[in-house]
Structure formats: C-alpha cells, structure tokens
C-alpha cells in the first residue's frame, strides 16, 4: 500500500499481512514511519469509522475506504477483480486455514508416533519409583508386622481377662445365692453390681468418646469390637515408640505406593491406550491428588 507521507511530501510503500496485521498495526507504521502525522483513521463509504482490530484481509473484503491522516483524507479504492486483491486474499486465507489443518495433522501423527514410547518411559519411571518405595517399605513392614503380633496378643489377653473377671463374678454370685445367703438377700447386691456396671460403661465412654450406646444408661449395648480396637491402638502406639517405628513415614510410604500402583494400573488400562501423551500426563497427575484409604489409623482413641 503506496502512502504519501504529510511531512516530506513523498510516497512510502507500506508491506501489511493479510491475516497477521490489522487497521491498528497500519497505524503505528505510519505513526513510526512519520513523526508528523497525529491523527490516523479509517473510515468505511459511509462515514463510519473502522475498528484498530480489523484484521487487512477483512478491511480489503469490505471495499474502498477512505484513511484519514492528520486533517487530509484519501480515497483508498480496492481493485473489485477476481485476479485483484481480493482474491489474493482469499486465497491467503485458504493457505493459512490448510496450514492448520496440515498443523493438526501432524500433531496427530506426533501424538500417535510417541505416545507409545512416553507411556514406556512413563511406566518405567513408575515402576523405578515403586522398588524404591517398597524397598524402604520392607523392614517397615517386618517391624509393623511384629508389632501386630504383639498387639493382638495384648489386646486378646485382655478381652480374656474381662471374660474371666465376669465368670469369676457370675460364680461368687452363685454361691452367695444358693450356699452361703439367701436371694432375697443377694438381690440388692446384684442390682448394684449390674447398676455399677452401666455406670463404668458410661465413665468409659466420657473418657475415650467413642461412639457407643453405651451412654444411653437404659440401653446397655456395650460395643467390644470398639474397646478391643482402642486396646489395639494404644498398644500399638507404646510398641512402636519402644521400637522407633515411624508411623507417619510407613504411613506415607504406604500411600504413595498406593498412588503408584493405581498410576500404573491406569496406565496400562485399555481405555487410556490411545490417548494423546499431554493428556495421558494430565490424568496420570489427576489420580495423584486421590488420597488412599490403606493407611494405619492415626486416631489413638
């Protein structure tokens, strides 16, 4: 586009893009090219001003148009041919979209060719990563294994020695009733041990707020499975500071071999065989925000 230049009085050839450069880029070359000019504007044939964010190929498709520089305005006519302008910009623009879709292409093919290899690598990384946990894991676990052992052995010795304490109990009872006094006597008595019996299940659930009926005094639903894990626990906790067992590191070992594991199941699985690298990539870190649920309580009550 040929331009006469308000301050040297000449011509200057101005090269625009089609489709990159726009009504504002023609602006500021001529606002750069000239240090007089202040005012630039386009106008369409009926007065009405063109936006700075009209791409060329658009102004040219809309016709002659008048440019406006400082206080002089030019008539600025597009050749209306087909072997004119507009059909050099047409035809840009069906290179530019055949350039995208040639663009396309061949990130599909990219995708194609390499996502085999990066899911290789990928599960090669994961594998690496998971020896290496499980190799930390190992005395870990031989120590946690141990321990179980020993709390299961604390926790049934206790549960048999309430058992024993409540046969012990009934036989007393029995031989007061029918050896030593009478019912009519060991009643009351009776009635007082069962009364105090609710009443230590109560302490028992102020002092550990486990979830138990057990606080409903008319209801005496004692659970033994909760007081034999609460046993557990705490057990458990005496062993592993004797023992220097780090519960919180077994504990983030176990989930991230978890995470792992899943990562590589996923990956393996047939419904992600065809998926693009970037967003294989993108699942994969998806399913590492997933907390796991095969972890030891940390809960000591």
Same mark, same amino acid.
């Given at each position: 586009?040929?331009?006469?230049? /308000?301050?040297?009085?000449?011509?200057?050839?101005?090269?625009l893009?089609?489709?990159?450069?726009t009504?504002?880029? @023609?602006?500021?070359?001529?606002?750069?090219?000239?240090k007089?000019?202040?005012?630039?504007?386009?106008y369409?044939?009926?007065?009405?001003?063109?936006?700075?964010?009209?791409?060329?190929?658009? @102004?040219?498709?809309?016709?002659?148009?008048t440019?406006?520089?400082?206080?002089?305005s030019y008539?600025?006519?597009?050749?209306?041919t087909?072997?004119?302008?507009?059909?050099l910009?047409?035809?840009?623009?069906?290179?530019?979209?055949?350039?995208d879709?040639?663009?396309?292409?061949?990130?599909? @093919?990219?995708?194609?060719?390499?996502?085999?290899?990066?899911?290789?690598?990928?599960?090669?990384?994961l594998?690496?990563? =998971?020896?290496?946990?499980? @190799?930390?894991?190992?005395?870990?676990?031989?120590?946690?294994?141990?321990?179980d052992?020993?709390c299961?052995?604390?926790?049934?010795?206790?549960?048999?020695?309430?058992?024993?304490?409540?046969?012990?109990? +009934?036989g007393?009872?029995?031989?007061?009733?029918?050896?030593?006094?009478?019912?009519d006597?060991?009643? /009351?008595?009776?009635?007082?041990?069962?009364?105090?019996?609710?009443?230590?299940?109560?302490?028992?659930?102020?002092? +550990?707020?486990?979830?138990?009926?057990?606080? =409903?005094?008319?209801?005496?639903?004692?659970?033994?499975p909760?007081?034999?894990?609460?046993?557990?626990?705490?057990?458990?906790?005496?062993?592993?500071?004797?023992?220097?067992?780090?519960v919180?590191?077994?504990?983030? =070992?176990?989930?991230?071999?978890?995470?792992?594991?899943?990562?590589?199941?996923?990956?393996?699985?047939?419904?992600?065989?065809?998926?693009?690298?970037t967003?294989?990539?993108?699942?994969?870190?998806?399913?590492?925000?997933?907390?796991?649920?095969e972890?030891?309580?940390s809960?000591k009550?």
């Amino acid at each position: 586009m040929s331009i006469p230049l /308000p301050s040297r009085r000449e011509v200057c050839q101005f090269s625009l893009k089609p489709i990159s450069d726009t009504v504002l880029n @023609l602006c500021e070359y001529l606002a750069a090219e000239d240090k007089g000019i202040d005012f630039v504007a386009l106008y369409a044939e009926n007065g009405t001003r063109i936006a700075g964010s009209t791409s060329i190929e658009h @102004l040219l498709q809309f016709g002659d148009f008048t440019l406006r520089i400082n206080d002089v305005s030019y008539q600025v006519c597009v050749p209306p041919t087909q072997e004119g302008i507009c059909s050099l910009v047409e035809l840009s623009s069906e290179r530019f979209r055949s350039l995208d879709d040639i663009k396309a292409t061949v990130a599909s @093919l990219y995708a194609v060719f390499n996502v085999d290899d990066f899911k290789l690598e990928r599960e090669r990384k994961l594998i690496e990563k =998971l020896e290496e946990v499980e @190799l930390e894991l190992k005395p870990l676990e031989a120590m946690k294994a141990r321990i179980d052992a020993e709390c299961e052995s604390h926790s049934e010795r206790i549960m048999w020695a309430f058992f024993a304490a409540m046969g012990l109990q +009934t036989g007393i009872f029995a031989r007061l009733t029918w050896w030593e006094y009478s019912w009519d006597i060991m009643e /009351p008595v009776t009635y007082f041990a069962t009364y105090a019996t609710v009443i230590a299940t109560y302490g028992y659930y102020l002092y +550990t707020r486990q979830v138990s009926s057990a606080f =409903l005094l008319f209801i005496r639903n004692f659970e033994y499975p909760t007081m034999k894990s609460r046993c557990y626990t705490n057990y458990f906790y005496k062993k592993a500071q004797k023992y220097k067992f780090d519960v919180v590191r077994y504990n983030e =070992l176990q989930d991230l071999a978890e995470g792992i594991r899943k990562d590589l199941d996923r990956l393996r699985d047939p419904l992600y065989q065809h998926l693009p690298a970037t967003h294989l990539a993108w699942a994969l870190r998806d399913n590492k925000n997933k907390p796991s649920k095969e972890s030891f309580a940390s809960d000591k009550n």
